[in-house]
Every structure is written in C-alpha cells, then in structure tokens.
C-alpha cells in the first residue's frame, strides 16, 4: 500500500517534498516512481528510482528541478522539488511494482497511491 502526503499549494520559483509512505511487503526487485496527472491531460511520468540499487531517471520536464531518494529505514519515497512552475501543477501519484528495470510508462506499475495535490500559482 502506498501513501502520498505533501501536497500543497506554492509560489511560483518555491520548494516543496512529497512524501510516500511504502506498507506491506518490500523487496530488494523494487521499482518506484512518481507520477502526476494534470486536469484534461493523460498521466505523465516525473521519476522512478530502483529500490535495491537507487538508480533513478527522470522525466526531461523535471530533471535538474525535481530529486527522487528513499528513506530505507522509514521505508519512504520522497520527491524534492525545487524551482516550481505553474505547468507543474497537477495530483502526484506514488506508483510501485516489483522488477529491476527503470520503466517509466504507467502501464508496468501494479500499485498506486491515492494521489496528492500540488499547485503551483504563478
């Protein structure tokens, strides 16, 4: 089961961290991600990271802005997002599923959280 909390609403250029809490069993052939979706849009990948090795990838929109990590203790996926802008606007979705590869469609993920809103006004 996954939980997204973190969202909120934030001026343009600001910061903020999306959390995801991970319950229930975990493995080493982890894959996680980030996904969000905007009103009217499909969803779109944001980053994924590899549980076991912390390899990650990002979608070009975000890279150099937006930093995917893990707390392994906390069992935690975190989203650090820096320098927002308005067209980051959207609900956030944590996603999982068990593999060792980098996928980035939505269509390899089997667990999803419910999603938190992030608003940025510009």
């Known amino acids: 089961r996954l939980v997204e909390s973190g969202g909120d609403l934030v001026q343009a250029g600001g910061s903020l961290r999306l959390s995801c809490g991970v319950s229930?069993?975990?493995?080493?052939?982890?894959?996680t991600g980030w996904f969000r979706q905007a009103p009217g849009k499909e969803r779109e990948f944001v980053s994924a990271?590899?549980?076991?090795?912390?390899?990650?990838t990002y979608a070009d929109s975000v890279r150099g802005r937006f930093t995917i990590s893990r707390d392994n203790v906390k069992n935690t996926l975190l989203l650090e997002m820096t320098s927002l802008k308005s067209e980051d606007t959207a609900v956030y979705y944590c996603?999982?599923?068990?593999?060792?590869?980098?996928?980035?469609?939505?269509?390899?993920?089997?667990?999803w959280g419910q999603g938190t809103q992030v608003t940025v006004a510009s």
């Open positions: 229930g069993r975990t493995s080493s052939m982890f894959l």
């Open positions: 990271l590899l549980w076991n090795s912390g390899s990650t």
């Open positions: 996603a999982a599923a068990y593999g060792n590869r980098l996928y980035t469609a939505p269509k390899y993920y089997t667990i």
